[in-house]
């Protein structure tokens, strides 16, 4: 797992937000995120869901590294920004 391309993903979804502090990415995220990332690779190909996302990066950061993520979310504007931010990973 690179913490650069989290960095860089959180940069893009973000914007110059994510220069302050752990705006969208804060550092319990990004141990959480190399657990569960190694996880997934043993199981790769897969589906991942993510349900309540909320404005997350890592489905977009999933999706970038070649996995099958599902986002579910009550939250209508929250799914619109995971939307609009998949779109600009890509």
Same mark, same amino acid.
């Given at each position: &797992?690179?913490?650069? *391309?989290?960095?860089?993903?959180? +940069?893009?979804?973000?914007? =110059? *937000? ?9 550092? +319990? /995220? ?8 190694? &996880? ?8 991942? %869901? ?6 997350? =990066?890592?489905?977009?950061?999933? *999706? ?5 993520? =599902? %986002?579910?979310? %009550?939250? *209508?504007?929250? &799914? /619109? +920004? ?9």
């Amino acid at each position: &797992m690179s913490y650069e *391309k989290l960095l860089i993903l959180n +940069w893009k979804a973000n914007g =110059i *937000k994510s220069l302050f502090y752990s705006y969208g990415l804060s550092a +319990w /995220r990004l141990k959480e995120y190399t657990l569960i990332i190694n &996880m997934l690779y043993s199981e790769k190909p897969c589906f991942v %869901v993510d349900i309540g996302s909320g404005y997350s =990066i890592f489905p977009s950061y999933l *999706k970038a590294e070649g996995f099958n993520v =599902i %986002v579910i979310d %009550v939250n *209508k504007k929250a &799914m /619109r +920004w995971q939307s609009f931010n998949d779109n600009k990973s890509s």
